[in-house]
């Protein structure tokens, strides 16, 4: 969980299009139902497996490509899913690639991420293009959204002052 809190701001580029993270969900491997992880390694989850800072890509609702840094030692499955982002480098592109001008809506939730930084399956297992916060963030934690297993755990966190989040949270401080 810490490591998805310490990712709020900082900056995610995939081929020079991003921004500072604003919003991340923690998945814990072995001890969470909703993590990929949960039941073991896989030829789809094997990225998780890998060293901190790798990619683990997949597609949700085979619609949406999603994004997760992995981010404990290699072989424990334990990742961050991205789930928005402020849109600060190549915003040109991403509005081409989500076909909407709104700069509040171009990374607001883990797939509109995906298809702004044109993420797919080819990323998987790539090193993720990470670097620090260019100041420092609030960050509140509120239960996960958009699973259904173990939704109840406070493991996304937010910077409450971005209105990039894809949802706000009326949660404590983390």
């Not at 969980?1 to 991340?24: C, H, K, N, R, Y």
């Not at 789930?83 to 040109?92: I, S």
């Not at 937010?158 to 990039?164: F, T």
Request: net charge positive; with cysteine; charged share 25%.
């Amino acid at each position: 969980m810490s490591a998805a809190q310490a990712l709020i701001g900082w900056w995610l580029t995939v081929d020079g299009v991003g921004g500072p993270i604003v919003e991340a969900e923690a998945y814990r491997g072995a001890q969470d139902p909703a993590a990929h992880s949960y039941r073991g390694e896989t030829a789809r989850n094997r990225a998780m497996f890998g060293p901190p800072g790798t990619l683990y890509v997949y597609r949700s609702y085979g619609l949406h490509w999603c994004m997760n840094v992995v981010c404990c030692p290699e072989g424990v499955a334990e990742a961050v899913l991205v789930r928005a982002l402020e849109p600060r480098v190549g915003v040109e592109r991403m509005a081409r690639r989500r076909g909407l001008a709104d700069p509040l809506r171009l990374c607001r939730g883990p797939g509109n991420v995906g298809q702004a930084l044109g993420i797919g399956p080819e990323l998987n297992g790539r090193r993720a293009e990470l670097r620090p916060p260019e100041r420092p963030h609030r960050v509140v934690r509120a239960t996960r959204i958009g699973i259904t297993k173990a939704a109840d755990r406070p493991w996304r966190f937010l910077d409450p002052d971005s209105p990039y989040v894809s949802r706000p949270a009326s949660a404590r401080r983390a």
